[in-house]
């Protein structure tokens, strides 16, 4: 998950994305960073994020979006 956690962290490097945190309802991440954040994804995990699954409950936690990665069609790696 370090690939993942090193693009959210662009979007905003003054957190830690390590732990749990919850990132939309928790404020931290809003539709733009969403959007953003697809477009890494797809570049960096070669996928296509279809737009159904563009909702706030895929990208609450870094767990969720390495969810939706894997779902996806994208390889997590375990670390």
Known sequence: MKRLRKIISSLHPE???TGEERLVDGGILDSLDIVTLVTDINEEYAISVPAQEICKENFDT???IAALIKRCGGEIECS
Request: net charge negative; aromatic share 34%; proline share 0%.
């Open 62 to 64: 870094v767990n969720d």
């Open 15 to 17: 957190y830690d994305f």
